[in-house]
């Protein structure tokens, strides 16, 4: 009987351990990373899909200012998001719109009010920018994207199956760029 009591013992530690072991890893999953200097390692070694950030810079460039960060890796049905936004010199973010502004899918201006239903074909997820906070939007409580000065370049955007109006999974990226306060968010989406 001391036996069967001792394995019985054994066996729900060992269940606990996993318990627990699962709940820290869920916990760590479900961490933000906002830690700039974290940036690369991030970029290398967790993000997922490199197509969707084949757009980001390889590094944080040496004369950003301002430099924010966001990752939230994806966990069971939850989706992963990262984004960088950085202040730059005026013939940077000039250089990056014209290159961008080509190759965009689609156009949008910040402030605008978007199509949400089945019928926007370029679907574009991003409602709020994590990397800008709502007391830097002149605009509170709309339901804008960004502050007017910013457009915002759709770069690539697909749902989850072949369907282009069932959006409850998908991939986007893009970036949006204020000329006005010379700023880059470069963004990338997996929901």
């Known amino acids: 009987m001391k036996k069967i009591l001792k394995f019985?013992?054994?066996?729900?530690a060992i269940v606990i351990f996993f318990y627990i072991f699962d709940a820290a890893?869920?916990?760590?999953?479900?961490?933000?990373?906002?830690?700039?200097?974290?940036?690369?390692?991030?970029?290398?070694l967790?993000?997922?899909?490199?197509?969707?950030?084949?757009?980001?810079?390889g590094k944080i460039p040496s004369d950003a200012e301002n430099t924010r960060f966001y990752y939230r890796a994806g966990f069971l049905q939850g989706?992963?998001?990262?984004?960088?936004?950085?202040?730059?010199?005026?013939?940077?973010?000039?250089?990056?719109?014209?290159?961008?502004?080509?190759?965009?899918k689609a156009v949008f201006n910040g402030a605008e009010k978007l199509d949400r239903g089945t019928s926007n074909?370029?679907?574009?997820?991003?409602?709020?920018?994590?990397?800008?906070?709502?007391?830097?939007?002149?605009?509170s409580g709309t339901y804008s994207l960004l502050p007017k000065d910013f457009k915002?370049?759709?770069?690539?955007?697909?749902?989850?199956?072949?369907?282009?109006?069932?959006?409850?999974?998908?991939?986007?990226?893009?970036?949006?760029?204020?000329?006005q306060r010379r700023e880059i968010i470069y963004w990338a989406e997996d929901w």
Do not use: C
Request: no cysteine; net charge neutral; proline share 8%.
């Open 152 to 179: 915002i370049l759709l770069l690539s955007s697909e749902p989850y199956k072949s369907n282009p109006t069932d959006w409850n999974h998908g991939k986007a990226t893009g970036i949006s760029i204020s000329r």
């Open 121 to 139: 074909p370029d679907m574009l997820p991003k409602w709020t920018f994590l990397t800008f906070p709502p007391d830097e939007n002149e605009i």
């Open 8 to 12: 019985i013992g054994f066996l729900v």
């Open 79 to 104: 989706g992963s998001s990262i984004e960088l936004r950085v202040k730059m010199p005026t013939n940077f973010v000039e250089e990056v719109l014209a290159t961008y502004k080509q190759k965009a």
């Open 46 to 57: 967790r993000w997922h899909d490199q197509h969707l950030i084949e757009h980001f810079p």
């Open 25 to 44: 890893l869920m916990l760590w999953q479900l961490t933000p990373i906002t830690t700039a200097s974290k940036y690369n390692n991030v970029m290398t």
